[in-house]
Nanobody
């Protein structure tokens, strides 16, 4: 059974940093991509970043390029999202997801429970 557990969210001032973690279990992470989505109040879910676990290729939404970095530790089945230079518009619930690839045509298959990130101005 696929299980994704996010951690690391919290309250931070604009310009600050947070690191999110996603601990995966119940499947072989090397065979998948793992990504981060976010949903702000009143807005649709937005893909933030994605990493192909076997080779480490990374992808980012334009809104976070240069500020966020996704990385992985396959031995720990864990994916990280380092978020720097945070802005109030980054405030959202962040979800870890599994995907077959990082293509926009490939929707997430499994979702974690989410972790709240709040950026104050």
């Amino acid at each position: 059974q696929v299980h994704l557990v996010e951690s690391g969210g919290g309250l931070v001032q604009a310009g600050g940093s947070l690191r999110l973690s996603c601990a995966a279990s119940g499947f072989i992470v090397d065979d998948y991509a793992i990504g981060w989505f976010r949903q702000a109040p009143g807005k649709e879910r937005e893909g933030v970043s994605c990493i192909i676990m076997r080779v480490g290729s990374t992808f980012y939404a334009d809104s976070v390029k240069g500020r966020f970095t996704i990385s992985r530790d396959n031995a720990k089945s864990t994916v990280y999202l380092q978020m720097n230079s945070l802005k109030p518009e980054d405030t959202a619930v962040y979800y870890c997801v599994t995907r077959l690839s990082c293509s926009d045509d490939d929707p997430p298959a499994n979702w974690g429970q989410g972790t709240q990130v709040t950026v104050s101005s």
